[in-house]
């Protein structure tokens, strides 16, 4: 029986995926196929690279600054990521530049979405890395990548969690992780009173760069304040992946699905992994009678 892991997208919420591949091992549950769209292409590709535990590592020692100096300031307006950093980072923590899929131990499988036709692109060999980034490439954030003549885009657009990609790939028994299930208009619910925490030169980096990075620092709020670009983003992007993983689900549910409960964290608030991974553990646990049933009825 070939169980399949399906990790769906949801920017900083997908942390918690690494806090579902935790409890899913600490309960004796071998993957034996695992497939990601966005982040949970990135924690996939670090949990079949060997590097799960370095990313949770590094994860929740991240800061609010931290997360900040993966953006920048430039006059291209192909994005905001600092691809360099990126790119430093992966290689650190998710796979090394010269990690191709085909010399994994597990089968792996990415989706990303092809900016011309809007249809969904599988990597299911070649670079581990190249993968990776097609799939994460989130408009707004990142650059569009060229891959085969095609410019690739986040695949969250098209298939946010995908569980066809693990059928396709031989699975049985499909496990998928929703991150999108009690999120949308929940980033727009920010309480009144909250203050400004950060000084020195966290403020600096803040006033530099509040338009388009306003949901990954505590910030006072005007009620009838316009939402920052990236608030809209994250509302366009919840709204979307919401719509079309409620649409895919419909037509090929998996056998398990988890649905962590991540409304309190924002699409950029990546220092908050340790909640996240929580969350993660706990979803495990909530349905973990539902989980030992399907498997032993397979």
């Not at 990790?7 to 918690?16: D, F």
């Not at 006059?75 to 990126?86: A, D, I």
């Not at 388009?212 to 983003?233: C, G, N, Q």
Request: net charge negative.
């Amino acid at each position: 029986m070939n169980i399949g892991l399906a990790l769906g997208g949801g920017s900083s919420r997908g942390w918690s995926h690494i806090g579902v591949i935790s409890a899913l091992a600490d309960q004796g549950i071998v993957l034996d196929i695992v497939c990601g769209t966005s982040i949970g292409s990135l924690v996939g590709a670090s949990y079949v690279s060997n590097n799960l535990e370095k990313l949770e590592e590094w994860a929740c020692s991240l800061t609010k600054f931290g997360t900040a100096r993966f953006f920048e300031i430039n006059t291209s307006l192909n994005g905001f990521v600092n691809t360099k950093r990126l790119h430093h980072f992966l290689n650190e923590y998710v796979a090394s530049d010269n990690s191709v899929i085909e010399d994994l131990d597990k089968q792996y499988a990415t989706v990303a979405t092809d900016l011309e036709s809007g249809r969904e692109v599988w990597f299911t060999k070649g670079s581990v890395l190249e993968a990776v980034w097609s799939s994460i490439s989130l408009p707004g954030l990142f650059p569009a990548i060229k891959n085969n003549n095609k410019w690739l885009v986040d695949g969250g657009l098209v298939n946010p969690v995908p569980v066809s990609v693990c059928r396709a790939l031989g699975a049985d028994i499909v496990i998928a992780v929703n991150l999108n299930g009690d999120i949308v208009g929940k980033h727009f619910q920010k309480p009144k009173d909250k203050i400004k925490q950060d000084t020195g030169v966290v403020d600096k980096i803040t006033d530099l760069v509040t338009e388009y990075t306003a949901s990954v620092f505590s910030t006072t709020k005007v009620e009838d304040k316009p939402p920052s670009l990236f608030e809209a983003i994250a509302g366009s992007v919840n709204i979307t992946q919401d719509r079309i993983t409620r649409s895919r689900m419909a037509g090929d549910p998996p056998d398990i699905l988890l649905s962590p409960k991540l409304s309190h964290i924002g699409l950029l608030e990546f220092y908050r992994a340790n909640e996240a991974i929580n969350e993660g553990k706990e979803c495990v646990q909530r349905m973990l009678p539902e989980i030992q049933y399907v498997l032993s009825m397979a």
